[in-house]
């Protein structure tokens, strides 16, 4: 059920970052999962952390949550501006040296973490979050937007890791995943880590740990 910009919750995130697509994928599910999950968050006066990108699925939910009147804080590295910035950028952009700055600033300013579907990028951001919730550098939610079962094949992989290992079980419940932007933010809203850190002392600024 699509929630109105009228209507307003409290949240435990002030901010939360999305990782998305530089494309807006074949199906139109894609595009307007992307613009729910804008007003989902300003509903519930949450936000926006993300890549920094004007197109694409990026430029979908910035645009959205500007429009409703939620501030935008877009991270994106200078050799990038010209690939992915194209006409009006929306809400406050941050530029950085490279990717590595990038994830780290896009990280340090999110109280949790949302992928929509995207490629190689969005797995990479997607992956590398959850490997830092494993080793206990921090303890945020991390959602997966899964629309018509885009992530279906990822979370079967994951479930094979489990089952042959390499995750554990408790491991596995870092992830949260719904097919729709209103159940995946309440379920991340009730999230409780189960597993136990590798290393809870490691710090996300780079040159500290």
């Given at each position: 059920?699509?929630?109105?910009?009228?209507?307003?919750?409290?949240?435990?995130?002030?901010?939360?970052?999305?990782?998305?697509?530089?494309?807006?994928?074949?199906?139109?599910?894609?595009?307007?999962?992307?613009?729910?999950?804008?007003?989902?968050?300003?509903?519930?006066?949450?936000?926006?952390?993300?890549?920094?990108?004007?197109?694409?699925?990026?430029?979908?939910?910035?645009?959205?949550?500007?429009?409703?009147?939620?501030?935008?804080?877009?991270?994106?590295?200078?050799?990038?501006?010209?690939?992915?910035?194209?006409?009006?950028?929306?809400?406050?952009?941050?530029?950085?040296a490279d990717m590595h700055q990038r994830k780290a600033e896009m990280a340090k300013h999110?109280?949790?973490?949302?992928?929509?579907?995207?490629?190689?990028?969005?797995?990479?951001?997607?992956?590398?979050?959850?490997?830092?919730?494993?080793?206990?550098?921090?303890?945020?939610?991390?959602?997966?937007?899964?629309?018509?079962?885009?992530?279906?094949?990822?979370?079967?992989?994951?479930?094979?890791?489990?089952?042959?290992?390499?995750?554990?079980?408790?491991?596995?419940?870092?992830?949260?995943?719904?097919?729709?932007?209103?159940?995946?933010?309440?379920?991340?809203?009730?999230?409780?880590?189960?597993?136990?850190?590798?290393?809870?002392?490691?710090?996300?600024?780079?040159?500290?740990?």
């Amino acid at each position: 059920m699509e929630m109105g910009q009228g209507e307003v919750n409290g949240s435990r995130f002030k901010r939360v970052c999305v990782f998305c697509g530089s494309s807006q994928g074949k199906k139109t599910s894609y595009q307007e999962a992307a613009i729910e999950l804008g007003r989902v968050l300003v509903s519930r006066r949450i936000d926006l952390v993300y890549g920094g990108g004007s197109i694409g699925l990026m430029g979908l939910v910035s645009q959205a949550v500007h429009d409703g009147g939620g501030h935008v804080i877009g991270v994106i590295p200078r050799t990038l501006m010209p690939r992915e910035l194209t006409g009006v950028t929306v809400g406050e952009v941050k530029a950085v040296a490279d990717m590595h700055q990038r994830k780290a600033e896009m990280a340090k300013h999110s109280d949790a973490f949302i992928a929509l579907p995207g490629g190689y990028g969005t797995l990479e951001e997607l992956l590398e979050v959850i490997t830092w919730a494993q080793l206990g550098i921090h303890e945020k939610p991390v959602g997966l937007l899964n629309v018509d079962g885009y992530y279906n094949s990822l979370l079967s992989f994951i479930d094979e890791a489990v089952e042959e290992g390499f995750i554990s079980q408790n491991a596995r419940h870092i992830i949260v995943s719904a097919s729709t932007a209103s159940e995946l933010v309440m379920k991340m809203e009730e999230y409780v880590p189960q597993h136990e850190g590798v290393a809870s002392q490691l710090s996300w600024e780079i040159d500290q740990m």
